[in-house]
């Protein structure tokens, strides 16, 4: 199994906190990999340790090549696309120019920015409805759309989500999953954060577990059929 | 940010809203022309400070950033103008791009180590910068005259031929204000611009998406430092004299104040707010020792009505029907 992501020993930390102790992790070429956890747990940060925005420690290769640790730009450069936590959305700014902002890296090739366009159109149809409204008076589903939306304009090669059903009714967030999963079926890694363990599981093939800031387990779906199983994993771990 | 994000077809009776305010303006630029006088220099400081105050904008309105010390680029392009040219006996074209090449130099070499700083630190060490150039401009007298400040600094002109009078120079300041706002609404509506306003709207979020915050933000306060400085050596040929006095907290005040009543991240907001606070003070001349109580009521009833300043109202107007369903 050619590796796409491989973290080793990652570790970050806020000042003198260290809120992910040193962590392995790996990705497929393809694969939807969660990770799951409790708030707290350093999935956030583990995410924004990948993407060089938070300090820390260790080892991140992408397709075989070191990324950067403290160069964010050249990491979302390699294809690297984080949808950060809380969607990141630009609210002052139309649905349009936040799209036009996720194609930011492709300076003035507008063939291939309208090429992305008509794709991330097709993927949320409604964003197309709503090109010209300020994307800070979307609903909230709609903004989760933006965001994921935004950062396919960037042409990712692998997607880090950040808990994209925050805040969403069920319906809306089991929608966005099923794109995110539409998505990877056409071969997009995904790295998915998220606190809804049931959705990221229908998806997901495989799952880490973090709790109090490490990785506690790595587990399948089948492994996680009710609740109580995952309430033993985080809490046999603190 | 971006006024052209509403989606509402322009309506005929407010586009009349938005004419009416230019029309006043217009109106009181023809009367300045016609009278002369005091009114001609009170006009004159409002155009240099919209000039000023709409550098200022680019880095605290399109970036969000803060800098209280704006001052100091406004003294390094006045000082150096007024230095080469009255002390020196240099030609206006010559010193005045020197005066704003310095400025951009020193923005760069202060912005480099400073911009990683946020919110209060930035606003400190900016502060700082404002302070010690003024300080300078007051010990280093055997070039700047210290207090005394230097006199019979040369009006704007070339090759021996000076504007003629003070309506010469408003025009000429009139003409140099509507080419910064020009430039400063193409850069808005670039690239640059809206790289700008992702790291206004999240640092996180704009890095990640490939932008080079660290490198923009320079960008935008070498911009900033620019305009400063070429306001500042148009006040030093348009006054003819200049003194530290000039370049204190005062100046940054009085442009934080413009900023905030016109409008900030707005094109035409720091343009707005310029003219409106030159001209407030004297409109209220009347109220003789209550000039200054009614100037600060105007200021507060500004900002209660027109919270995001007056550049936003016109939005606010067309707004109003779209948020109630929004």
Not at chain 1, 33 to 55: C, D, Y
Not at chain 1, 107 to 130: C, M, Q
Request: proline share 4%.
């Amino acid at each position: 199994m050619e590796s796409l992501l491989s973290v080793e020993g990652l570790s970050a930390h806020y000042g003198n906190v260290e809120a992910l102790h040193p962590t392995d992790l790996k990705l497929a070429s393809g694969e939807l990999v969660a990770v799951l956890g409790p708030n707290g747990a350093g999935k956030s940060t583990l995410l924004r340790a990948i993407m060089g925005l938070t300090p820390g420690a260790g080892r991140v290769r992408f397709e075989g090549v070191d990324l950067p640790r403290d160069d964010t730009c050249a990491v979302a450069m390699r294809g690297v696309i984080l949808v950060p936590e809380g969607r990141g959305i630009f609210g002052p700014m139309s649905v349009r120019e936040n799209l036009d902002l996720g194609a930011y890296l492709l300076g003035a090739r507008h063939g291939e920015i309208a090429a992305r366009l008509e794709r991330v159109f097709a993927l949320f149809p409604r964003l197309k409805d709503r090109q010209t409204q300020l994307a800070g008076s979307l609903s909230g589903g709609e903004q989760q759309m933006l965001a994921i939306g935004r950062a396919m304009m960037a042409g990712p090669r692998l997607l880090l989500l950040d808990e994209p059903s925050l805040g969403l009714a069920p319906r809306l967030a089991a929608e966005i999953l099923e794109t995110l999963g539409q998505l990877n079926r056409e071969g997009l890694g995904i790295l998915l954060v998220e606190q809804r363990a049931p959705l990221a599981l229908k998806l997901a093939k495989r799952a880490y577990l973090l709790s109090v800031g490490r990785v506690v387990a790595e587990v399948t779906p089948d492994q996680i059929a009710s609740p109580h199983d995952l309430a033993r994993y985080y809490f046999a771990a603190a | 940010m971006t006024l052209r994000a509403t989606t509402l077809p322009p309506r005929k009776i407010s586009s009349l809203y938005f004419l009416l305010p230019w029309l006043a303006g217009a109106g009181v630029l023809a009367y300045a022309f016609i009278a002369g006088g005091y009114l001609v220099t009170v006009l004159g400081f409002a155009a240099l400070y919209a000039i000023f105050v709409t550098g200022l904008n680019f880095f605290m309105g399109y970036t969000g950033q803060v800098s209280f010390g704006q001052n100091a680029f406004a003294a390094i392009g006045g000082y150096t103008s007024a230095v080469l040219t009255a002390t020196h006996g240099w030609p206006v074209f010559l010193a005045m791009p020197l005066g704003i090449a310095a400025a951009a130099l020193l923005a760069l070499l202060i912005g480099y180590p400073t911009l990683r700083l946020r919110g209060h630190y930035l606003a400190m060490a900016t502060l700082a910068l404002g302070m010690i150039v003024q300080e300078i401009a007051v010990q280093w007298d055997r070039v700047t005259m210290g207090y005394t400040g230097i006199a019979a600094i040369p009006a704007l002109g070339a090759f021996g031929w000076e504007l003629p009078n003070d309506r010469a120079q408003l025009a000429s300041l009139l003409v140099a204000l509507g080419f910064s706002v020009w430039v400063s609404s193409r850069l808005k509506a670039s690239r640059l611009g809206h790289a700008l306003a992702a790291i206004a709207g999240s640092e996180d979020a704009a890095r990640a998406l490939g932008i080079d915050v660290a490198r923009y933000k320079l960008l935008a306060f070498v911009i900033a430092a620019v305009y400063a400085a070429f306001a500042g050596s148009m006040f030093a040929h348009f006054v003819g004299f200049i003194s530290p006095e000039m370049f204190g907290l005062h100046m940054v005040v009085l442009g934080f104040t413009m900023l905030y009543v016109g409008g900030i991240g707005t094109v035409y907001g720091p343009l707005i707010g310029a003219f409106i606070i030159s001209l407030l003070p004297e409109t209220f001349r009347g109220f003789k020792d209550y000039q200054d109580l009614a100037y600060g009521v105007a200021l507060i009833v500004i900002l209660i009505y027109a919270p995001k300043g007056i550049a936003s109202l016109s939005r606010l107007w067309t707004a109003r029907k779209k948020e109630g369903g929004a």
